[in-house]
């Protein structure tokens, strides 16, 4: 991997810090504790203060704010990068850390949630939490998804129908009565497997299933969507439960990979093009991982930032900020193995789902 951490730090601190947005935050911080024995400060008096110190807004967010828990922007929420942070750490230590030693081992090393991130979050599958994963936005029948009327967020989010804006009477957060907050995924070994679970044969030419270079990729980032998202992914062998399919074919010459909805409710297929010798390998780090996210991201509603009425605007639409764009970004430290799940990925994710998954009280929650 040809990451240089500089750039990729430059690049994070780019998309997850907004000056204006950080300083109404601090503004709001201030308030909040009376800071200087004033409860009327506004985002420019704070700008004022930053220049009197001599400091840009970023370097006082990474001096104080990230350890005063004020938001660099709407795209990274500190004190939950903390808390994700302290989880990882009490499941891979096997001894319990709270969000508070994290936040002191932090500052103690000098160093800021979004570095962090940049520099290890990535690769440890800690992720930010968004402002968008604060709401809970209840419906009544089956629906899609209602436009968040934020750009990042609506032009990934399929909210006038399902995929590819084919219109479909569900989506996943109507399992929640039934399946809890889990969807169940498969990795099936007969084209006649799929086929029985309202799949056309047609698509189903070629059908190989996944090698264990393929499976291991795929789980990846189900655990990555899982971290984001806070659905649980669950295989099984059991085809009628199974919500997910996975599994190679014959999908056409110009495609990688396609997620599909076959005729019944709560399925649908993501299949790599068993003809091509790049999707053989999905792996992060020597695969391409960057197909399977991409394909997964489908599967969980997500579309395309350049079609559909709504659009990213073009120097957004690329893989720095979303795997659902097609655009490789031309950065030399980017590469589709190393690819993570991008700023407005996770954006369009949590207001989704929000981070405790299907039902519970972020997201969109189905009401009987
Ligand atoms: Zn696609």
């Known amino acids: 991997m040809a990451t240089t951490y500089s750039s990729l ?21 201030n308030n909040e504790h009376a800071v200087n024995g004033i409860t009327n400060w506004t985002a420019s008096s704070v700008d004022a203060v930053f220049r009197s110190v001599g400091l840009t807004p970023l370097q006082h967010y990474e001096k104080y704010g990230a350890f005063e828990n004020v938001n660099p922007s ?24 709270t969000s508070t030693q994290v936040e002191s081992v932090f500052q103690q090393s000098g160093i800021d949630p979004i570095s962090h991130y940049a520099l290890y979050g990535v690769f440890e599958d800690v992720f930010p939490t968004t402002t968008f994963a ?4 209840t419906y009544t ?17 399929t909210t006038t129908a399902w995929l ?7 989506n996943w957060n109507d399992l929640a009565s039934t399946q809890n907050n889990t969807l169940y995924y498969m990795f099936p070994t007969s084209a006649t497997t799929v086929e029985s679970q309202g799949f056309s044969a047609t698509n189903l030419s070629q059908f190989t299933g996944f090698n264990q270079n393929q499976k291991t990729g795929t789980q990846e980032a189900l655990t990555e969507l899982s971290k984001i998202t806070g659905i649980s992914f669950v295989e099984t062998t059991d085809a009628s439960l199974a919500n997910i399919y996975m599994f190679g074919s014959d999908i056409g010459k110009d495609l990688a990979g396609l997620a599909d909805a076959g005729s019944q409710q ?11 010798s790049t999707t053989t390998d999905l792996r992060a780090g020597s695969g391409d991982h960057e197909l399977i996210e991409h394909e997964l991201g489908h599967a969980l509603d997500m579309k395309h930032p350049f079609q559909g009425s709504v659009q990213l605007p073009k120097d957004q639409d690329t893989s720095n900020y979303t795997v659902m764009s097609y655009t490789t970004p031309s950065e030399t430290w980017y590469s589709a ?16 789902y929000g981070t405790d998954g299907l039902g519970g009280n972020q997201g969109f929650v189905k009401v009987s």
């Open 74 to 97: 709407d795209l990274f929420n500190t004190s939950s990068y903390y808390s994700s942070k302290a989880t990882q750490l009490s499941e891979t230590t096997g001894s319990a850390w």
């Open 141 to 157: 029948s089956a629906d899609h998804i209602a436009a968040s009327n934020d750009n990042r967020v609506d032009s990934l989010v």
């Open 9 to 29: 730090l430059d690049y994070d601190q780019s998309v997850y810090f907004n000056a204006s947005q950080y300083e109404a935050n601090k503004a709001a911080y």
């Open 266 to 276: 709560y399925k649908i297929t993501v299949a790599v093009n068993s003809t091509s």
């Open 337 to 352: 193995s190393s690819s993570v799940y991008g700023p407005y990925d996770i954006a369009a994710l949590q207001y989704m």
């Open 134 to 137: 604060s709401d809970k936005v």
């Open 164 to 170: 590819f804006e084919q219109p479909t009477s569900w």
